[in-house]
C-alpha cells in the first residue's frame, strides 16, 4: 500500500486539548509521526507536524482536520513532501549542530538581524529559536532587565570566521554571544572554576590593601599593567606584596566584612549548587578572601595566594607558597577535573584578566566576564551587558527553570 508525508500546519489561538484533537485524528487512521513541532508566542499557537500515512487514508484525515480546526476557530495548512524531500532533510539531521546565545540589558530588532545575518552568511540553518529570559515587563521595565535568545543551527560554519563577526558585532551592537558546538558536553557540565577579583567581587582586594596602606596609586598601576598582559604577573605580584609591608592584618577583615558581591552571583550561586555543580575559585589574589567567599556560598575549592603575617599581626611585605598565576590557574583546573572524575570537555571557566586566558583556553566552556580588552578578543564567550548569572544561560539554563 502507496504511503505519502503530508505537513500539517496549524496557527491561532491557542487552548488546553488542541493538540490533543488534533492527534486523536491522526490515531484513529494509524498515522505515523515522522516529525513535530510547537511553539506559543503571546498564546498564539504555531504547531507543525508531519505525518506518513497511507494514500487511500489521507483524503479522509485532511477532511476531518480541517472541520476540526474550523471548530476550534484555528488555521490549518497541508503540504506534500516528496520521498526524497523527506530523506534528504533526514540525512541532515544530528550533524554539525551549533547552539547561538545572544544576551543583553534587552534585545531589539537591529541586534537580532544582525546575529541572523551572520548566520545566513555562513550558511547555516536556524532549526528553532527559545527565548530563556522571563518575559520583560512594559509597565515594570526595571523587572527582568536582562534579555537572552538561544538559536539552534545546522550546517557547518567556518567558526573562526563566524566568531570574529560575532565579536565584532558585540562590541558594535552591545550585546553578548556564545557559539557552541552542540554536543553531549555542553549539556552535561560539572565543573565551573571563578577568578575573584573584578569576578566574583568588583574589586582588587590587593587595591583595597594598598589604598590603606597609602600606596594606592602605585600598586594600582602595577595591577593594570598585569591584568592588560604587559609584565608577568608573578614579578608584579610579586612588586605589589611588598609595598604592603606593615600593613595590620585586622585591615584584611573589615575589608572582607564589606565586599561588594558581582551582580548575579547569589543567584548564580544558588543555582549551581542546586543542579550538583562542582565550583572552584582559582584566584590571584589572597587566601583570606577566597576563603570569607567560600563559606558565604558553599564553594567546594580555593586556591589563592597567602601573604606571610609578623608575630605582631602585620604584613611582610612576602607571600607564602607557590603563586597562583595564570598557569597554575590552569594547572588547578585540570588538577580538580581529574579529582572530581569530570572530562576537560564538561569544565567552566570565568575570569576577566590576562592572567585567566589559560583556563580560559583549557576550559570546555572559557567565558570572559567584563573583561579587559585583550582577554575579551582571545574569549571565544563574553558576557559585558549583564551580570554573572548570564553564564547560566550559556548553560542552557531558562528562567522558567530556576523560578525567576
Not at 547552539?99 to 548566520?119: D, K, M, N, P
Not at 605589589?240 to 565586599?259: C, F, H, N, P, T
Amino acid at each position: 500500500m502507496n504511503k505519502e508525508q503530508i505537513l500539517v500546519s496549524i496557527t491561532g489561538q491557542d487552548r488546553p486539548g488542541l493538540t490533543a484533537s488534533v492527534m486523536r485524528i491522526l490515531a484513529q487512521h494509524n498515522a505515523q509521526i515522522l516529525d513535530i513541532g510547537q511553539a506559543d508566542i503571546h498564546s498564539t499557537l504555531s504547531l507543525g507536524i508531519l505525518i506518513r500515512i497511507d494514500e487511500q487514508h489521507s483524503g479522509q484525515v485532511l477532511k476531518e482536520l480541517l472541520f476540526k480546526a474550523t471548530a476550534l476557530g484555528v488555521n490549518i495548512g497541508f503540504s506534500p513532501i516528496a520521498d526524497d524531500e523527506y530523506e534528504g532533510w533526514v540525512a541532515l539531521q544530528g550533524k554539525n549542530r551549533y547552539i547561538l546565545t545572544i544576551i543583553g540589558r534587552s534585545l531589539s530588532a537591529a541586534q537580532i538581524e544582525a546575529a541572523t545575518e551572520v548566520i545566513a552568511s555562513q550558511g547555516l540553518n536556524i532549526d528553532s529559536i527559545k527565548r530563556l529570559t522571563g518575559r520583560q515587563s512594559i509597565k515594570n521595565p526595571e523587572r527582568n532587565v536582562r534579555a537572552c535568545i538561544e538559536f539552534s543551527l545546522r550546517g557547518t560554519p567556518d567558526r573562526t570566521a563566524m566568531q570574529a563577526q560575532l565579536m565584532k558585532l558585540s562590541a558594535e551592537m552591545g550585546f553578548d554571544f556564545s557559539l557552541q558546538r552542540d554536543d553531549m558536553y555542553r549539556r552535561m557540565r560539572r565543573l565551573i572554576c571563578f577568578d575573584m577579583d573584578s569576578t566574583l567581587i568588583q574589586t582588587e582586594c590587593i587595591d583595597e590593601l594598598a589604598i590603606r596602606a597609602g600606596v594606592g596609586d602605585q600598586v594600582k598601576a602595577i595591577t593594570e599593567r598585569a591584568m592588560r598582559g604587559e609584565i608577568d604577573f608573578k614579578e608584579s605580584f610579586t612588586e605589589r606584596v611588598a609595598l604592603l609591608k606593615g600593613l595590620d592584618v585586622s585591615v584584611m577583615q573589615e575589608i572582607a566584612d564589606s565586599l561588594p558581591i558581582t551582580e548575579g552571583v547569589d543567584r548564580l550561586m544558588t543555582v549551581l549548587k542546586r543542579c550538583g555543580y562542582k565550583i572552584a575559585i582559582l584566584s590571584g589574589g589572597f587566601t583570606f578572601f577566597g576563603e570569607s567567599l567560600q563559606r558565604k556560598y558553599g564553594i567546594d575549592y580555593m586556591y589563592a595566594n597567602e601573604l606571610e603575617i609578623d608575630d605582631n599581626g602585620r604584613l611582610t611585605g612576602r607571600y607564602l607558597g607557590e603563586v597562583v598565576d595564570g598557569h597554575r590557574k590552569a594547572e588547578l583546573l585540570k588538577l580538580i577535573a581529574q579529582v572530581e572524575k569530570v572530562n576537560l570537555a564538561q569544565t567552566i571557566a570565568v575570569g576577566d584578566g590576562a592572567n585567566d586566558l589559560p583556563m580560559i583556553s583549557e576550559a570546555g566552556l572559557g567565558i570572559a566576564f567584563h573583561a579587559k580588552p585583550r582577554v575579551k578578543a582571545t574569549a571565544k564567550q563574553s558576557i559585558s551587558t549583564i551580570g554573572l548569572d548570564g553564564v547560566l544561560y550559556f548553560l542552557g539554563f531558562k528562567d522558567s527553570y530556576i523560578g525567576s
